[in-house]
């Protein structure tokens, strides 16, 4: 395999690429200059670096520098230390009654764009597939249940997935998982309502399509 295949390949694992578009990405990058390609380089080397993930909601987001650690909250750092949370959690103005659950990071970000919504968030990590048996394996069920036991404001939990197959299974599985939970603390569980057409992906909704979807969660 050369390496025009070897690119292909590994193109073709970014989520909705086939093998046409992944080799229009290779002679793409044939056709760049080297310092294009370099400064390519670099940033995808760069990503890991100034990333990290939310140890609460499993989001990725930029890391920044504080020098005021807390005892929860921040990791030591040679030059100060390096929050662990991301700004959404850490923010005291967040809706600490409100908890949605997303599939994935560019699900949140559409969210969050669209200013309607001021709660919390928790990134499932997937979707649960319709035939399954590991489903514990492809999604955070237990770092969700976690996640709720330790929400001592929390009043109701949005269920957020894409109006398809799968993303029914999945609104019904984590009502299951929850379900015990959610009973002996009193929690509302909800899903997004009227507002969404059937298989919608929630990273492609516009701000009214989102906002009339909470406006109608139930």
Do not use: W
Not at 58 to 71: N, Q, V, Y
Request: glycine share 6%; charged share 30%.
């Amino acid at each position: 395999m050369d390496i025009i295949d070897k690119l292909t390949e590994i193109f073709k694992e970014f989520p909705g690429i086939g093998e046409r578009q992944a080799k229009r990405f290779v002679y793409f990058l044939m056709l760049r200059t080297p310092g294009y390609n370099e400064n390519l380089s670099g940033l995808i080397l760069d990503l890991k670096k100034e990333t990290a993930q939310c140890k609460e909601c499993f989001r990725f987001f930029i890391k920044e520098k504080s020098h005021s650690p807390g005892p929860s909250t921040m990791s030591s750092g040679s030059n100060g230390s390096v929050s662990t949370i991301c700004e959404i959690c850490g923010n005291k103005n967040t809706d600490d009654s409100m908890l949605m659950v997303v599939e994935k990071d560019s699900d949140l970000e559409s969210v969050k764009k669209s200013r309607v919504y001021h709660g919390k968030y928790f990134i499932l990590g997937g979707l649960v597939p319709v035939v399954e048996k590991n489903t514990k394996n492809k999604v955070r069920i237990e770092e969700l249940k976690n996640r709720i036991s330790l929400d001592k404001e929390l009043k109701e939990i949005i269920l957020a997935f894409s109006l398809s197959p799968q993303g029914d299974h999945t609104d019904s599985y984590i009502r299951t998982e929850l379900k015990d939970a959610v009973e002996k603390s009193k929690i509302k569980i909800s899903s997004l309502g009227k507002g969404l057409s059937t298989g919608t992906e929630l990273e492609y909704s516009d701000n009214d399509t989102l906002k009339n979807a909470l406006k109608n969660r139930q």
